[in-house]
Nanobody
Framework: VQLQAYGGGPVQAGGSLRLSCVVSGRTFSTYGMGWFRQAPGKERDVVAAISYSGRTTYYADSVKGRFTISRDNAKNTVYLRINSLKPEDTAVYYC???????????????????WGMGTLVTVSS
């Protein structure tokens, strides 16, 4: 199973980005997905998750209203749209796939069994 995340980069505060994560080696449409981030000197935290069908989503309180997770099962891709970027959003963003099929959303690390390498988002004020 491979996950390739891209779409990060430098951006000014108030700007927007869309991160993408392409999955191969697993039947993407039957697995829940998550986006996590790790800021410098901090632990990795969940920011958003989506069920295998796309009908259920979860957001961390810190990103509600600004982040939108979505998926295109025909393209084996999960997206994270980030609006109104803040300097505190600076982090490496990772996508991950659930270990069990037909899974809903989860914020628990141990329920994801494969991770992408991450894409760096740097927000300047």
């Amino acid at each position: 199973v491979q996950l390739q995340a891209y779409g990060g980069g430098p951006v000014q505060a108030g700007g927007s980005l869309r991160l993408s994560c392409v999955v191969s080696g697993r039947t993407f449409s039957t697995y829940g997905m998550g986006w996590f981030r790790q800021a410098p000197g901090k632990e990795r935290d969940v920011v958003a998750a989506i069920s295998y069908s796309g009908r259920t989503t979860y957001y961390a309180d810190s990103v509600k209203g600004r982040f939108t997770i979505s998926r295109d099962n025909a393209k084996n891709t999960v997206y994270l749209r980030i609006n109104s970027l803040k300097p505190e959003d600076t982090a490496v963003y990772y996508c991950a796939i659930r270990g069990s099929p037909y899974s809903t959303t989860s914020r628990e690390f141990h329920e994801y069994d494969h991770w992408g390498m991450g894409t760096l988002v740097t927000v300047s004020s």
